[in-house]
């Protein structure tokens, strides 16, 4: 299994944000601002290395019926983990993002990848998957959270782009915006694939 | 049952495993937390009283003479420069638009609002947690303790502090949390 | 605050769906038909309102003090028991709805509502009448937005959709116009 596969197969081809669709709730509610997003990104990368990592090695130790509640232990302690390290180092951005650190543990990206790969993968493989999703996922966030930082509120990472003449269009900050948002992104994400597949199928086609 | 056994042993061996693990990580980090909750909480009272060097915080029997009934007020500092008392700081829970909102009051002895700063929220991006912008935070400095604090779009008078646009929910909690703290201090302080 | 300002609170001012983003994946995920819809808002509602009893119990009791920093490995235990058990009750009584349900009743344990509810009602304070008016009113408030949107979903069944909106894209534009209808309620307490 080509590493390099790996990674970009949690990048592009199953992005778990915009072809995977799962882990949503993580990335409507952080994107308001470029520095949330990236900083969840991180914490998502971290948490999804470390579980698939120890998933991978404890993999042919656990038992199948337990292997749900098993790993959730796992995510579980890595999220833990993470969220006394942010609350000790960076509690500005632990404040920011509220409620959402420990809900990293029902993340479905986290427990999909632990059940579909780091139980069936061997170690660097694994952390490899976990790292291409989390830069796949961090993407998605980094993505989502420019746009709705620079037209709700003129900036990105903090910085002020725009003239005050600018008058920000607050929608975008709150809910309605992110959802409206997301929605066009994976529309425009999916209108690429399919341009992308048809103009496979016509190779295929012409090859023959 | 035997299986039933085997399978319990082996998830709560995983569970000890990973309660262990956290402990040792919560004693390594469980200082630095506390520091760095002590640190910010420094900084907010010397944002919001800057003419003060030292703080001393009133214990709970003093506290309690002084809020009586208004238990939202869960904090008052005095502060000091040098052995001299130049005013207060109070912290302050109030009900804002997302869900609780805790912000602290620092007033001078000479009977000014020296500056007010949003600790915690759960407000709205651009629109309540504006409230932690210096715009609305300083338009509060300076303003007597002696009259009523209201909220208006273009403050001029002595008793008007900048109003939030589309949040009059956060700008109402604060500017009554603001006022009952006022209240207490010309009660209670101003002796 | 008393209970019937949480009440209406949790359903339509903060919503927890269209305004905190908490129930998303299960919310896009299961709102093909009203009738799946409402039988997982059931779901949710009981699982939602006992996970809250148990962790604040466990809270109180146990957590409070030194182990704080267990809360969240406990807490996603007790709902991963829960709805083990939830599962096993409905296959009992249910059969039918247990099947529509499929895969995602036990999804219910990574649905975001059910922990989230539970770390809120330790954040916020509340005392246990409390916390169940909170956990029932978060619970109702996701049941309603789900029914609302299968409902609005089974029209674009005969609709003409442009194909890269189609799925996903088209739902959470949806949710997106729902939710700033919610925002209408603001101001009801």
Redesign the interface.
Known sequence: MKLSKVFFNGVVKENPIFVQLIGMCSVLAVTTAAKNGLAMGLAVTGVLIGSNVVVSLIRKVVPNKIRIPAFIVVIATFVTIVEMFMKAYAQDLYNALGIFIPLIVVNCIILARAESFASKHGLLASAVDGLGMGVGYTLALLILSILREFLGSGSIFDIQMLGPSFEPAIIFLMPPGAFILLGILIGIFNSIRNKQASKEVLQKEEAR | MNETIKLALILFIITAVAASVLAISNSVTSERIAEADRLASERAKMEVLDIAEEFKQLDENRLKEIVGDNTNITEINEGYKGSDLVGYTFNIEVNGYGGPLTFMTGISKDGKITGIKVLVHEETPGLGANSTRPFFTDSFKGKPVDSEITAVREPKADNEVQALTSATVTTNAIVDGVNLIRQIYSEKLSN | ?NLFTILISTIFV?NYV????????PF?GVSNKTETATGMGIAVTFVVTLSSIITYIIHHTILIGRLE?????VF??VI?ALVQFVEMVLKKISPTLYNALGVYL??I????V???VA??NI??EYNLIETIVNAFGASVGFSLALILIAAIREKFEIQEI?????G??????T???M??AF?GF??LV
């Open positions: 605050m903060n269209l305004g905190r983003f908490l129930g998303v994946c896009l920093y267990l809360q969240t490995i996603i235990l991963a036990p999804l344990t990574t649905n975001c059910v922990l989230g770390i809120l954040q916020a442009p194909k890269a909106l189609e996903f894209p088209i739902a959470l534009i949710a997106g116009l939710s700033i925002l603001n101001g």
